[in-house]
Nanobody, 118 residues
């Protein structure tokens, strides 16, 4: 059974930091592209950052220089380090595992809420 579980969300003040974790099980983790998405109220889900099994990364423009995606293949875990958080970063953050040979085979976590507010 495949499981993708996010953790690390919470309430943080503007300018603060959070680190999200995404633990995957039931898959060969190194065969999967890992992505972090977010969905704010009333908006569509958007890709925030992605990382290949080899460590190549891709970021959406809005978070470049503030967020860092990483992965530890030995721990089957991906991370999203979020610094200099802004109110507009408030959203539910989702982790996605996409099989490198077929984009149609992918798994989602349940999401973790990130709220940036004073």
């Amino acid at each position: 059974q495949v499981r993708v579980v996010e953790s690390g969300g919470g309430l943080v003040q503007p300018g603060g930091s959070l680190r999200l974790s995404c633990a995957a099980s039931g898959i060969t983790f190194s065969h999967y592209l890992m992505g972090w998405y977010r969905q704010a109220p009333g908006k569509q889900r958007e890709l925030v950052a992605a990382i290949t099994s080899g460590g190549s990364t891709n970021y959406t423009e809005a978070i470049k220089g503030r967020f860092t995606i990483s992965r530890d293949n030995a721990k089957n875990t991906a991370y999203l380090q979020m610094n200099s958080l802004k109110s507009e970063d408030t959203a539910v953050y989702y982790c996605n595992a996409e099989w490198r040979w077929n984009k149609g085979l992918n798994y989602w976590g349940q999401g973790t809420q990130v709220t940036v507010s004073s």
